[in-house]
């Protein structure tokens, strides 16, 4: 008889959690889930389950999850290896929904170790429970105030669910949504994703009013299985930009995802082609995950896929390496018509290059507002899809005089205008990205990306024309 499995939104929203190896020692990762459950306000039931001592961080603790007198939703498994398997009898017996197993020690390890996984999620299977895991580090939900991860650090909000079967990768990419002012509204840490896949939590995020942009860090996919689920969410009217770093790129990357999560995979090379127009953009590097995620949460996609970019920079190199970076990610840089040309001359100095890349030449120094008024002008070409800003913005109250930040200011509110007017998008970059400056701050609250890296912001814009590409297709 075919039993039907718990719902991922019935897993990730329990009514009660146990903690299964909760401990006193503050090192312990079952004090810290406990900790953070404790402390992040979850609403329902938590029960401690350590048959040792009597209580631990003030509150009662169970000898056995048998012991606990109300019923059990999610169980988070932080006991040594040696005691899982009757960590897992238990949950079983006692009907819970899901079981979170942070141990390691399974397929990771070999043949033996996988065999004990399978066997494990089989059993698990039978009665309707969903595994996340093993080898994980939580999980965070943020709407429903569920914290079980293992280690403590920032959670920044924002519109990202991130899906990662690497804990410290996850942590990196939350470092990095911590300095950039954009955060996470999920960390489903899977681990060796035994039971809950990656595809899997892309329908439960889609499917989440507060995620615009799913994350992740994978170590094997199934090409098939991700245009099937892009289309599905496409079909239900769900669909949400997916991001991946996924590794095994090369033999050593592979044998070392078998060793850290008993990933099976073959080398998949940097020009590997497969995903294109899937709906789910794949970059090769892990700095350029959270930065893509963030083009995609707060840009429209280009206008059908398009690849046809203006590069505006305020000197000669600003606008010759983000010449080379646009065309290595993909992009292309056309000369512009004629007509843009001459609208782009009326307003910078004779000396300036208005072909594109257009080098501003000087414009910027006089009024730095001249950035708006000349990314409106590439805006409105029909032959342009987007527009990448290159080079000082940010910085000229300091390089020149403080009587420009109300300029840089207004031309900030005046690029977040142009993009809901044009529905292109504008990315920006700046050597000055990692200072806290007025301008900037004001560019992010209008939903304006900037990189330190150039390289990195045509990575994002040829994200977003890979969005519009997909899109294109239903339209």
């Known amino acids: 008889m075919s039993v039907t499995l718990y719902a991922l939104h019935e897993v990730f929203h329990p009514r009660s959690v146990a903690i299964i190896g909760a401990s006193r020692a503050p090192h312990k990762w079952g004090h810290v889930a406990a900790r953070q459950l404790i402390a992040g306000g979850f609403p329902g039931d938590i029960y401690l389950i350590n048959p040792s001592v ?44 899901g079981i979170v197993i942070i141990t390691a020690g399974f397929s990771e390890t070999g043949p033996e170790g996988r065999r004990l996984e399978e066997e494990m999620v089989a059993r698990c299977r039978e009665h309707g429970i969903r ?13 429903a105030q569920l914290n079980t991860l293992g280690m403590a650090f920032p959670l920044p909000d924002g519109p990202i669910g991130l899906v990662s ?27 060796n994703a035994a039971d809950v896949t990656f595809p899997e939590c892309m329908q439960y995020l889609a499917d989440d009013p507060e995620t615009r942009v799913i994350a992740g860090y994978v170590e094997s996919i199934e090409e098939n299985t991700l245009r099937q689920v892009t289309s599905e969410m496409w079909e239900r009217g769900h669909y949400k930009p997916v991001v991946i770093l996924l590794s095994g790129a090369t033999e050593v990357g592979v044998r070392a995802a078998l060793a850290h999560t008993g990933t099976l995979v073959t080398p998949r090379p940097d020009n590997d082609s497969r995903l294109l127009g899937s709906g789910v953009v794949r970059v090769l590097r892990s700095d350029e995950l959270f930065p893509v995620a963030q083009a995609l949460a707060t840009q429209p996609p280009t206008p059908r896929g398009g690849r046809r970019i203006a590069i505006i920079g305020d000197g000669g190199g600003s606008v010759v390496t983000g010449g080379d970076a646009a065309v290595r990610a993909g992009l292309q840089v ?24 257009i080098d501003v030449a000087g414009a910027a120094d006089e009024d730095p507002l001249s950035f708006a008024w000349l990314a409106e002008i590439c805006l409105r070409d ?21 009587d420009f930040g109300p300029r840089e200011e207004a031309a900030a509110h005046a690029l977040g205008k142009l993009v809901r007017q044009y529905q292109k998008p504008v990315l920006l970059q700046s050597i000055y990205a990692r200072h806290d400056i007025p301008a900037l701050r004001i560019l992010r609250e209008e939903g304006i990306p900037f990189y330190e890296s150039v390289e990195i912001t045509c990575r994002a814009m040829s994200a977003l024309a890979e969005i519009g590409q997909f899109l294109a297709q239903y339209s």
């Open 54 to 97: 009597p209580e631990i961080l003030g509150r009662q603790t169970y000898p056995g999850l048998c012991d606990v007198p109300g019923t059990v939703d999610l169980a988070v498994i932080a006991t040594s290896f040696s005691q899982v398997r009757q960590a897992v009898d238990d949950c079983i017996a006692k009907g819970v929904k």
């Open 131 to 143: 595994v996340i895991g093993s080898n994980c580090m939580g999980l965070y939900i943020r709407d």
């Open 165 to 191: 079967q690497s804990g410290n990768l996850g942590m990196y990419f939350y470092a990095q949504a911590q300095l950039d002012g954009l955060g996470f509204t999920t960390f489903l840490s899977v681990g």
């Open 334 to 357: 056309p000369v512009l018509a004629a007509e843009t040309q001459q609208q782009l001359r009326a307003l910078m100095p004779a000396r300036a290059t208005a072909t594109n890349p």
């Open 382 to 402: 029909p032959e342009i899809d987007g527009v990448i800003i290159t080079g000082l913005f940010g910085g000229y109250r300091w390089l020149l005089s403080e």
